[in-house]
């Protein structure tokens, strides 16, 4: 009976072997870190008028939503929170789920009909590799951000319902995805085009409303919008947003929204305290990208492998899995935290630091970070 545990330990071992251990690192409320591997990038998180507005669900709602969204689990928290999202973005409708990943696998299943292919980048999260598999249907994975592999893809398949699936900014290196031409394509071929907007929205885009948005896309019928509402809006659950008979269609198939317990209404409210934030926050948004470029300056000026800063995510490579966690580990002892990320969470064999910039850290505490990244570095 003990063999499997055996096996466990064994797979354990072998990770070890090549530096793929992962522990967690349970935090305090004021640890005192400087916080530059979370996502909270605008600062939202703890702001007064957020806090304020989940507080008041709080005590209206209690803990939980008590149910799923057909059952008990809707309230008025979260349709408002969904008609401010739809309007922030340009859309018909928008939908909340518990998480992104769950928003991510039920989009990605509801546009796939009989022969879909799906298109998929190389570099995509996990949420949407995992959307493709569980959706059955074909999946072609192209070259990171090649749109001629794209349309390759596409006209290999005439015929064929087809959904061009990408991030817009890259969770690990942090690049832009090159939506406009991904659209023209998609729509050449009469593909549908899923953007994944979790890194991009707040941060970039017309009002922060993203990098479809950025892209001139907004409204596309073509085009359905995912995001995840725990980076710049501060929050958690997730979003899928597009024309109402998508959304219609997820409500009453989508078993990642129909069978899952809603968001707690005290988030919902959090979240939509922070969006009219986030909408208003231009000057954060300039504090953002102003970071992003001194921090690729500095690191790129000791002789580091760094990323282009395309949004708030800033990736360095470290040699070796090994090295990135010691590197990582260094930073954590003098008072900082930085991603670490490693295969398999990497789409390639790199070991990275992942660097997420936030408008919320004290602008010396952020210099002062860069520096102990560059002293720690192997």
Not at 210 to 217: D, F, K, M, P, Q
Request: hydrophobic fraction near 50%; aromatic fraction near 4%.
């Amino acid at each position: 009976m003990a063999d499997w545990l055996a096996a466990l330990d064994r797979r354990a071992e072998l990770r070890a072997k090549a530096g793929l251990t992962r522990r967690l690192h349970p935090r305090t409320a004021a640890d005192g870190v400087v916080d530059l591997a979370g996502n909270d990038y605008l600062g939202l998180a703890a702001h007064p008028e957020v806090i304020a507005a989940a507080a008041r669900s709080l005590a209206a709602y209690g803990l939980g939503a008590t149910g799923s969204r057909l059952v008990r689990g809707s309230t008025d928290a979260h349709h408002t929170l969904e008609e401010t999202l739809a309007d922030w973005l340009g859309t018909d409708r928008a939908l909340v789920f518990s998480s992104g990943y769950l928003a991510n696998l039920g989009a990605v299943r509801a546009l796939v009909r009989p022969r879909t292919l799906l298109v998929s980048d190389a570099h995509n999260h996990a949420s949407l590799l995992d959307g493709c598999r569980i959706s059955g249907a074909e999946t072609v994975v192209t070259p990171h951000a090649d749109v001629a592999a794209v349309a390759a893809a596409l006209a290999a398949a005439p015929g064929r319902p087809a959904v061009v699936v990408t991030e817009s900014v890259f969770s690990v290196d942090g690049d832009l995805a090159p939506l406009a031409r991904l659209h023209a394509t998609a729509r050449e071929h009469g593909a549908l085009l899923l953007v994944d907007d979790a890194h991009a929205l707040g941060v970039i885009g017309p009002n922060g409303a993203g990098a479809v948005a950025e892209a001139g896309l907004t409204g596309s019928p073509d085009v359905v919008i995912t995001a995840t509402l725990s980076k710049a809006l501060g929050g958690a659950g997730g979003l899928v947003a597009g024309p109402a008979e998508f959304v219609r269609h997820l409500v009453e198939t989508a078993r990642t929204f129909i069978y899952d317990t809603a968001l707690p209404p005290a988030v919902a409210a959090g979240v939509g305290a922070a969006v009219g934030l986030a909408r208003s926050g231009t000057g954060l948004r300039a504090e953002l990208a102003e970071r992003a470029a001194l921090a690729v300056g500095r690191l790129r000026a000791a002789g580091l492998d760094v990323s282009a800063a395309d949004a708030a995510v800033v990736s360095v490579t470290a040699p070796g899995p090994e090295a990135a966690t010691a590197w990582a580990a260094a930073c954590r002892d003098r008072g900082v935290a930085v991603g670490c990320f490693r295969p398999p969470s990497t789409p390639d064999s790199r070991s990275r630091l992942r660097l997420t910039i936030s408008a919320g850290v004290p602008r010396v505490d952020f210099e002062h970070a860069l520096e102990v990244i560059v002293d720690c570095a192997p």
